[in-house]
């Protein structure tokens, strides 16, 4: 089989890896264009990104220094909430020894939901915010057999740079052209791409499968075959975003953090030359202008010439991600706001599920149907538990926050899961009978409405008993922690 890939973003490159790695009796290309960029930006993963490179058997210590990488043990959300005690929590990438302490935390979440006082923050629970305070990793010493998940944060640009590499010295084929025109056969499926006339020679390419990773515009997928969009801009509001890095000039933090700001929320991502920091706002709610503004002073840089890149984003999904000979990965697939770093995760899981679809000769039209419907209830899944966020956050400063907290667009999933948590039901049954515990799982949906403080006022003390069982907890995760190695210092590279 022939496979043409479109698009040199992290995306395509990733896809190139995986599918030239996977399918046997397979030839890759992959074409970018040389004046259209990658978009630059998507640079913390999830845990799920460690098992992408041990697939194709990269190491950490290969591809981390090349991409200006760091450990991420999870995201922590500031000023989302004004509950006292709940202006920040920690959403955890869990670990191990977290299997000690889930149990406690669901149990003191019902009992803190009865009215109980009882501490039922998330960050008293899980080693990964222990681990962050203390400015430690993911990696344990010697003496220590429990693990920590983890993920990354990553250069943009190195990390496809590196894939790109990686790629072609495995023998996918790379041209820099761009794509013209997209030729359909009779039966409706992509029969050759035509490309500029910039490129020297060749006029036309064909394939017998194609990739979209063209981005936003999704050339092959939304412009040649007419897949329809469905946009998600009724349940999420933002729809821009600002970036602006800064130089690191202090100890790198092995977390992401989201800051809630007037009209949305601001992003810093450690690596280890800079901070990537971006405020992804609704353009309903303020202008560009104002969005850098707000940055800008909020990293103390008013008065300075740095420049800022302008960004919109296209919130939804389209309505099938592999249609004809098609198969749509990235930004053309479809895009949720950043706030949990879910994209590049979207990316792996829908070529591995693809790459699955072909390990038994040709897939079937009910292979391919199921296969669009699993990754649209994941696409959903995510989108509710970013909702969640909005809905969950008690701000109401501006009318940005004001419109969020009234937002009555919630899907079915989502009005249960709130009903559940507030009639003080059992969440996690309730996760497990929706069958969305693989986008979420009841630990992160209780770490969310926990973290953010959504319980009434409590009106009973905590027994005794109950008091050491959290007393024990706390010192457990204390030593478990200690066996952590901390972080290294990075020294900044002065430019
Ligand atoms: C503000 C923001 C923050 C984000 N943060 C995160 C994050 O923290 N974590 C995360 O996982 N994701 C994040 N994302 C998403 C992430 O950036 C993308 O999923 C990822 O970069 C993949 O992009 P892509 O490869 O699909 O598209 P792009 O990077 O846009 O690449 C498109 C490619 O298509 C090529 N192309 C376009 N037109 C043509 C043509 N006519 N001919 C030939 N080639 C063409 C271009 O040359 C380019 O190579 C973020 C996105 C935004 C907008």
Redesign the pocket.
């Known amino acids: 089989m022939n496979i043409i890939i479109?698009?040199?973003?992290?995306?395509?490159w990733m896809a190139a890896n995986l599918l030239n790695h996977s399918l046997t009796n397979t030839h890759v290309t992959l074409?970018?264009?040389p004046t259209?960029?990658?978009?630059g930006?998507?640079?913390?993963?999830t845990a799920q990104l460690k098992q992408f490179f041990d697939t194709l058997n990269i190491s950490e210590s290969e591809w981390m220094p090349q991409c200006n990488a760091t450990y991420k043990l999870g995201i922590e959300f500031k000023n989302w909430s004004t509950h006292p005690g709940h202006e920040q929590y920690f959403h955890s990438f869990y670990g191990q020894t977290d299997l000690h302490t889930q149990q406690q935390f669901i149990k003191s979440c019902l009992l803190k939901r009865q009215g109980v006082a009882i501490d039922a923050h998330p960050d008293s629970y899980f080693l990964a915010a222990y681990l962050a305070k203390q400015q430690r990793g993911p990696h344990t010493q010697a003496d220590f057999p429990f693990q920590q998940s983890y993920g990354y944060h990553f250069d943009?640009g190195l990390l496809g740079l590196f894939l790109a590499n990686r790629a072609t010295s495995k023998g996918v084929k790379h041209l820099k052209?761009?794509?013209a025109q997209v030729e359909l056969d009779s039966a409706g499926n992509i029969k050759q791409l035509v490309l500029d006339e910039n490129s020297d020679g060749q006029q036309c390419i064909a394939a017998d499968f194609f990739i979209d990773?063209?981005?936003?515009?999704g050339?092959l997928i939304q412009q040649a075959l007419a897949v329809p969009w469905l946009s998600f801009k009724e349940n999420l509001f933002n729809d821009s975003?600002i970036?602006l890095p800064t130089m690191s000039n202090q100890l790198q933090a092995p977390q992401t953090t989201s800051t809630a700001l007037k009209y949305g929320w601001q992003w810093a991502?450690p690596l280890t030359n800079r901070i990537g920091n971006?405020y992804?706002y609704s353009q309903d709610f303020c202008s560009a202008d104002e969005a850098e503004t707000e940055l800008r002073a909020t990293l103390g840089l008013l008065n300075c010439d740095v420049s800022a890149r302008k960004?919109t984003?296209k919130v939804g999904r389209v309505k099938q991600h592999w249609y004809k000979n098609c198969l749509a990965?990235?930004?053309?697939q479809g895009?949720i706001e950043?706030l949990e770093?879910?994209?590049?995760?979207l990316?792996q899981q829908t070529i591995e599920s693809f790459i699955a679809c072909f390990e038994h000769n040709q897939p079937s039209e009910a292979k391919r149907d199921s296969f669009n419907t699993q990754i649209n209830n994941r696409i959903e899944g995510i989108r509710d538990y970013i909702v969640c966020h909005y809905r969950a956050s008690n701000r109401r400063d501006t009318e940005y926050w004001q419109a969020n907290g009234q937002n009555e667009m919630l899907s079915a999933s989502l009005k249960n899961i709130f009903q559940c948590w507030l009639s003080r039901n059992d969440l996690t049954s309730e996760i497990a009978h929706q069958g969305i515990e693989n986008y979420y799982s009841s630990l992160s949906w209780h770490t969310l409405l926990s973290g953010y403080g959504v319980f009434p006022p409590s009106v009973a003390k905590p027994s005794y008993t109950q008091q050491q069982q959290i007393k024990e907890l706390y010192n457990f995760n204390h030593q478990c922690a200690s066996h952590f190695r901390a972080l290294i210092p990075i020294i900044p590279q002065q430019k």
């Open positions: 479109v698009g040199g973003g992290t995306a395509g074409i970018e264009s259209v960029a990658p978009i930006v998507g640079e913390g993963s943009s052209s761009t794509i990773c063209s981005g936003f515009k050339l975003a970036v991502i971006g992804v960004l984003m990965v990235g930004l053309s895009f950043p770093a879910t994209a590049l995760h990316v």
